[in-house]
């Protein structure tokens, strides 16, 4: 009688190999919402501007500017925005990119 242990164990290594190549996507809607900020980074430096002052009139201010890798390297963030979804979710955009003039 034939041993069918390691046919057992090569089919549950498989099948495991498949499952936890899918256990780090995320969904279509969630991947969107986080490659689209992504996208909008890679259209241009974005930043805040802070102007305080407090009740003995001093004053303070405060810059944060954020400025991305793809912006630097030229990236077009349509294209940032496709590749992220497809890696992030394994299948295409399901809403187009809309960059707002702000």
């Not at 991947?31 to 930043?47: D, L, V």
């Not at 793809?70 to 940032?80: E, H, I, N, S, T």
């Given at each position: ?5 390691p ?6 290594t498989?099948?495991?190999l498949?499952?936890s190549a899918c ?7 969630q ?8 996208a909008r980074?890679a259209?241009?430096p974005t930043g805040?501007?802070?102007?305080r002052?407090?009740?003995r009139?001093?004053?303070?201010a405060?810059?944060k500017l954020?400025?991305?890798s793809d912006?630097?390297?030229?990236r ?8 992220c979804?497809?890696r992030?979710?394994g299948?295409g955009p399901?809403r ?5 003039d702000t």
């Amino acid at each position: 009688m034939p041993c069918r242990f390691p046919f057992a164990i090569t089919t549950l290594t498989l099948a495991g190999l498949g499952l936890s190549a899918c256990a780090g996507m995320t969904s279509p809607e969630q991947a969107a919402r986080i490659c689209e900020e992504r996208a909008r980074n890679a259209a241009g430096p974005t930043g805040k501007a802070s102007i305080r002052v407090n009740n003995r009139g001093e004053t303070r201010a405060g810059l944060k500017l954020k400025v991305t890798s793809d912006f630097l390297k030229g990236r077009d963030p349509y294209q940032v925005y496709d590749e992220c979804v497809r890696r992030k979710s394994g299948q295409g955009p399901i809403r187009p990119l809309i960059l707002e003039d702000t």
